[in-house]
């Protein structure tokens, strides 16, 4: 079973650039696709970046360009850097990882881009 805890949402300005972290309870290095995932108030939850079985990113369409997901491997760690935020990026964020057949999550951290 793999535990993920992520960190770093909070109140941003539009234009911020705030870091979210992802921090597993196992090495990363196996685990198959591991990324990033948030839900809006009233929509659905939607893929926002991932890095896939082949260590290759995908990113939405809406974020493209602006955000970058990477990892560390050695600290068992997930990052999604947001830069040049806008007010409909605000959401509850959620790390993912699907290891061993099973999709695990992470409990969310907001992010609410507001002046």
């Known amino acids: 079973q793999v535990q993920l805890v992520e960190s770093g949402g909070g109140l941003v300005q539009p234009g911020g650039s705030p870091r979210l972290s992802c921090a597993a309870s196992?090495?990363?290095?196996?685990?198959?696709?591991m990324g990033w995932y948030r839900q809006a108030p009233g929509k659905q939850r939607e893929l926002v970046a991932a890095f896939t079985a082949d260590s290759s990113t995908n990113y939405a369409a809406s974020v493209k360009g602006r955000f970058t997901v990477s990892r560390d491997d050695g600290k068992n760690t997930l990052y999604l850097q947001m830069n040049s935020l806008k007010p409909e990026d605000t959401a509850v964020y959620y790390c993912f990882a699907f290891y061993r057949g099973s999709m695990y999550w992470g409990q969310g951290t907001q992010v609410t881009v507001s002046s």
């Open positions: 196992q090495s990363i290095f196996s685990i198959n696709a």
